[in-house]
């Protein structure tokens, strides 16, 4: 059974900067599409990042320079390096597993492709 677990979210000021951690367990995530969402109050889900086997990486337009994905194998963790933070940011983020690759071949548009998700973890940026 796949479990992701994040860690190192908190309350920042705009332009501060976090590094969010998701601990990966019974799952084979070297290989496929692992990435992060987020959802803030009121609002749909949204695509983050996203890394695929062979470390291609996507981004949203809306972090696109600011934020970075990137992975341990050796620890089985994904982390997401969020820089330049803005209050627009404010959301809970995911940590998510994609089996099928489609989350990252739709450019992150493909939120259903998601099987797996962690519990999430806040993230707030006051301005």
């Known amino acids: 059974q796949v479990q992701l677990v994040e860690s190192g979210g908190g309350s920042v000021q705009a332009g501060g900067s976090l590094r969010l951690s998701c601990a990966a367990s019974g799952y084979t995530y070297s290989s496929h599409c692992m990435g992060w969402f987020r959802q803030a109050p009121g609002k749909e889900r949204e695509g983050v990042a996203a890394i695929y086997t062979g470390g291609t990486t996507y981004y949203a337009d809306s972090v696109r320079g600011r934020f970075t994905i990137s992975q341990d194998n050796a620890k089985n963790t994904l982390y997401l390096q969020m820089n330049s933070l803005k209050p627009e940011d404010t959301a809970m983020y995911y940590c998510?597993?994609?089996?099928?690759?489609?989350?990252?071949?739709?450019?992150?548009?493909?939120?259903?492709?998601?099987?797996?998700w962690g519990q999430g973890t806040l993230v707030t940026v006051s301005s």
């Open positions: 998510a597993a994609d089996r099928s690759g489609s989350y990252c071949y739709s450019h992150l548009g493909d939120l259903g492709a998601l099987d797996s």
